[in-house]
Nanobody
Protein backbone atom coordinates (compact mmCIF):
# COMPACT_ATOMS: atom_id res chain seq x y z
CA UNK A 1 0.00 0.00 0.00
CA UNK A 2 1.39 3.35 -1.06
CA UNK A 3 1.53 6.06 1.57
CA UNK A 4 2.69 9.65 1.39
CA UNK A 5 2.90 11.27 4.81
CA UNK A 6 3.51 14.98 5.09
CA UNK A 7 4.83 16.70 8.19
CA UNK A 8 6.32 20.01 9.26
CA UNK A 9 3.34 22.30 8.90
CA UNK A 10 2.35 24.82 11.51
CA UNK A 11 2.14 28.51 12.33
CA UNK A 12 4.91 30.87 11.26
CA UNK A 13 5.23 34.63 11.22
CA UNK A 14 5.61 36.55 7.97
CA UNK A 15 9.24 36.45 6.92
CA UNK A 16 9.81 33.19 8.73
CA UNK A 17 10.70 29.72 7.51
CA UNK A 18 9.30 26.20 7.60
CA UNK A 19 10.46 22.93 6.16
CA UNK A 20 7.89 20.39 5.03
CA UNK A 21 8.71 16.72 4.63
CA UNK A 22 6.92 13.97 2.73
CA UNK A 23 7.86 10.40 3.55
CA UNK A 24 6.88 7.83 0.93
CA UNK A 25 6.42 4.10 1.35
CA UNK A 26 5.11 1.25 -0.74
CA UNK A 27 6.54 2.50 -4.03
CA UNK A 28 9.84 2.58 -5.90
CA UNK A 29 10.50 6.12 -4.82
CA UNK A 30 13.47 6.91 -7.03
CA UNK A 31 11.48 6.55 -10.28
CA UNK A 32 8.67 8.85 -9.24
CA UNK A 33 8.38 12.50 -10.03
CA UNK A 34 7.42 14.30 -6.85
CA UNK A 35 5.52 17.54 -6.36
CA UNK A 36 4.13 19.84 -3.72
CA UNK A 37 0.71 21.35 -4.25
CA UNK A 38 -1.23 23.67 -1.99
CA UNK A 39 -4.84 24.69 -1.57
CA UNK A 40 -5.93 27.82 0.20
CA UNK A 41 -9.50 28.28 1.49
CA UNK A 42 -11.85 29.03 -1.37
CA UNK A 43 -9.18 28.49 -4.00
CA UNK A 44 -8.23 25.69 -6.36
CA UNK A 45 -5.30 23.42 -5.64
CA UNK A 46 -2.15 24.75 -7.30
CA UNK A 47 1.29 23.40 -8.07
CA UNK A 48 3.97 24.85 -5.82
CA UNK A 49 7.09 22.92 -6.81
CA UNK A 50 8.13 19.71 -8.52
CA UNK A 51 11.21 17.56 -8.89
CA UNK A 52 11.75 14.82 -11.46
CA UNK A 53 13.18 11.39 -10.76
CA UNK A 54 16.91 11.17 -10.25
CA UNK A 55 17.25 9.18 -13.48
CA UNK A 56 15.80 12.11 -15.41
CA UNK A 57 18.10 14.59 -13.75
CA UNK A 58 16.21 15.63 -10.66
CA UNK A 59 15.09 18.81 -12.41
CA UNK A 60 12.99 21.26 -10.46
CA UNK A 61 10.14 23.61 -11.30
CA UNK A 62 8.47 26.28 -9.21
CA UNK A 63 5.39 28.41 -9.29
CA UNK A 64 6.25 32.02 -10.02
CA UNK A 65 4.83 33.01 -6.64
CA UNK A 66 7.43 30.97 -4.74
CA UNK A 67 10.52 31.24 -6.96
CA UNK A 68 13.52 32.36 -4.97
CA UNK A 69 11.80 31.61 -1.67
CA UNK A 70 11.00 27.88 -1.75
CA UNK A 71 13.29 24.97 -2.52
CA UNK A 72 12.23 21.40 -3.26
CA UNK A 73 14.65 18.54 -2.76
CA UNK A 74 14.62 14.75 -2.53
CA UNK A 75 16.55 12.15 -0.58
CA UNK A 76 16.15 8.80 -2.30
CA UNK A 77 17.91 7.01 0.56
CA UNK A 78 15.15 8.17 2.90
CA UNK A 79 12.27 8.03 0.38
CA UNK A 80 11.54 11.60 1.33
CA UNK A 81 11.06 14.95 -0.34
CA UNK A 82 11.32 18.31 1.32
CA UNK A 83 10.04 21.81 0.75
CA UNK A 84 12.13 24.50 2.37
CA UNK A 85 10.02 27.63 2.62
CA UNK A 86 11.72 30.93 3.40
CA UNK A 87 10.56 34.55 3.50
CA UNK A 88 7.06 33.32 3.98
CA UNK A 89 4.04 35.49 3.28
CA UNK A 90 0.44 35.40 4.53
CA UNK A 91 -0.61 34.29 1.05
CA UNK A 92 1.41 31.10 1.55
CA UNK A 93 -1.25 29.98 4.04
CA UNK A 94 -2.74 26.76 2.71
CA UNK A 95 -2.89 23.01 3.09
CA UNK A 96 0.20 21.59 1.42
CA UNK A 97 -0.04 18.23 -0.32
CA UNK A 98 2.62 15.82 -1.48
CA UNK A 99 2.08 14.12 -4.86
CA UNK A 100 3.90 11.25 -6.56
CA UNK A 101 3.57 10.39 -10.24
CA UNK A 102 4.98 7.79 -12.58
CA UNK A 103 2.56 5.40 -14.28
CA UNK A 104 0.34 5.85 -11.22
CA UNK A 105 -0.28 8.86 -9.07
CA UNK A 106 -0.70 9.26 -5.34
CA UNK A 107 -1.57 12.03 -2.91
CA UNK A 108 -0.72 12.62 0.70
CA UNK A 109 -3.27 13.75 3.26
CA UNK A 110 -1.90 17.27 3.53
CA UNK A 111 -0.33 19.44 6.19
CA UNK A 112 -1.64 22.85 7.22
CA UNK A 113 0.57 25.92 7.03
CA UNK A 114 -0.49 29.23 8.57
CA UNK A 115 1.48 32.41 7.99
CA UNK A 116 0.31 35.11 10.34
CA UNK A 117 1.56 37.59 12.89
Amino acid sequence: QVQLVESGGGLVQPGGSLRLSCAASGLTFRVYGMRWYRQAPGKERELVAGITSTSTGGMTIYADSVKGRFTISRDNAKNTIYLQMNSMKPEDTAVYYCYAVWFSEYWGQGTQVFVSS
